[in-house]
């Protein structure tokens, strides 16, 4: 089924990490951009029908629909309603539905909490990052750790039996013991899921001009394998199990909708910069919010950089994500899919990463040790 991707670009301030797809609020812009992300779902066909030729034989069903941003939950309830509601009027959505919100914790309360969760979202990821506030204040994040527990406590009384929390690691002037105080403190409160993203400081980041004014720095590679090995160890013995190189949940809550990205799946994005693959097809939407609500008001096409992707290349996509989640490749459903063996094509590149005890080839899976996800690039590079 179809996973359905929605981008909302708005924030209540930039970080100075942050490399995304976002802007800052502005009421006007985001009353005008919800219309727009209404029409483009439900012309979604017809809008981009001429820029993609999307075949009347595509699927239409869905079971995940993915609020993701920049911070979706700056968003009124009534509006995530809307654009839900118009999903429900475009697709066939299963009764059983996993709907997210990526979350920040400063933007919400008790009763907007109840709210999203009327207008149907029924799992929430916050983005914590630490639950330590010198370094939540180096992150120029605007909520602190007491703020964090806070909306997680919220968000169970608010009737979320689903709650997943982001944390990064390898942050400015972070050590282990640190770095560890944030995953013994996300344990403690016994979340469904928990995705683990190692900090990238890019190079025009306004972080990287904040580390060297200030002399902060990231500690040592093996300190960054130390951070990622020890948390995973400490997750697992809190009951919350690997299933994909960042990601941990209890048993039944993985992200039904991220596992489509990892299992050579379909999705649609709509709103501005979102990525949609269907039937070969892989296509980007405008990235300028004000570019993408000009194109829907004015019924011109939205997806830009449209891409026929050749059966190789699907392949490769394919064995590269698949290869992320800790089951890794199905290669009967892989070899079926693609008519292709495997091993008879890329054996000869990965044998030494099975001799290095990196990746584990067994009769009808290939997946990475735990060490070998901390090479898991380079293992990948054979397929792409
Ligand atoms: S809240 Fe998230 S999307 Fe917005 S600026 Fe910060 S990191 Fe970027």
Redo the contacts with the bound molecule.
Sequence with gaps: MLGLYVHV???????N??????GLFDAELKARYVRALEAEIRQSTLINQSAIRNPQSAIRESDTIYFG???PSLLEPAEIGRIIQACRESFDVSADVEITM?A?PETVNQPRLAAFREAGVNRLSY?V?SFRDEELRR????HDADRARYAFAEARAAGFDNVSLDLMMWLPEQRVDDWLLSVDAAIALAPDHLSLYLLEVYPNAPLKDDMARARWSQAPDEDAEAMYLTAMERLESAGLIQYEISNVARPGRQSRHNLKYWRDGEWLGFGCGAHSTQAGRRWKNLSSTEDYVDAVDRRRPTAVEVRHMTPDEQLGDALFTGLRLTDGIDLDIVERRYNVDIWARFGKDLERFVEGGWLVREPSRLRLTRSGMLLAHEVMTVFV
């Design positions: 670009p708005f924030c209540s301030a930039i970080c990490y942050c490399n995304f797809n976002r941003g920049g911070t990526e920040n983005g990052q992150l120029s994040r605007l």
